[in-house]
């Protein structure tokens, strides 16, 4: 089987993976099956990576297995040996550290990939480790983390409003970017402060996403931000203000 794998084209490999006849074999068969592709160095890096992750899917738990890959060229590969390494550890809420570190530590164009990548979990993990890329000091880091979770079906909008008291203004822009763009009646709970927030970026937000809430409910606050002190903000609260 091994050396009929081979033969295929490397994106015939990856399809290879997915497909019924693979999943068909036993776990045992599989794992040993993957285990050598992987350690081969015969693969693609994309094949690589799908190897990595359906290893993790099979709960092969061999970390001495994965570290060897860790120093790998491609985000994508490292993304999949950190995810099974961290496994152990996500069902007390931190494992999404070890990739949280890896992004760090990474310039800010292999960063934005890594992240585009992280995009695709569906998990809470995953929408914790997004979460904690709105402190990113990257403007396309935040703005792709934004659209991501202002679209989700489901979210747990709390989370995004207890981290306002204690994160930087950039971040307080974002979330608040995030509940205007979801409509979010819970920004209302934290309205009376946002106003007096000392950043004026972080007003220009609150104003735009208070003209995406109810106009009613919504009115008096843009009314106090046309008397706001930065004439960016009060400008713009007139603004609004004509249109509700």
Known sequence: ???????????????????????????????????????????????????????????????????????????????????????????????????????????????????????????????ELLLSFLAEDNLRVRELVVRELSARPQLDESVLIAQLGHSIWYTRAAIIEVLGNRRSLLLFDKVDELLADANVEVRLQLLSALAKLDRERAKGYILKLTQDPHVRVSKEAKKILATV
């Open 1 to 127: 089987m091994i050396e009929e794998f081979y033969k295929l084209t490397p994106a015939g490999q990856v399809q290879y993976l997915k497909t019924e006849e693979f999943a068909s074999l036993d776990r045992e068969k599989r794992v040993s099956f993957l285990k050598e592709i992987a350690a081969s160095g015969g693969i693609s890096s994309k094949c690589l990576a799908s190897a990595l992750k359906i290893l993790r899917e099979l709960k092969f738990r061999e970390r001495a297995f994965y570290k060897r890959f860790l120093d790998h060229p491609d985000s994508s590969v490292t993304m999949a040996c950190k995810k099974a390494l961290s496994d152990r550890e996500s069902s007390n809420g931190f494992g999404f550290f070890p990739m949280r570190e890896l992004v760090k530590r990474q310039n800010n164009e292999k960063k934005l990939e890594t992240v585009k990548l992280i995009v695709s979990e569906t998990g809470r993990a995953g929408e």
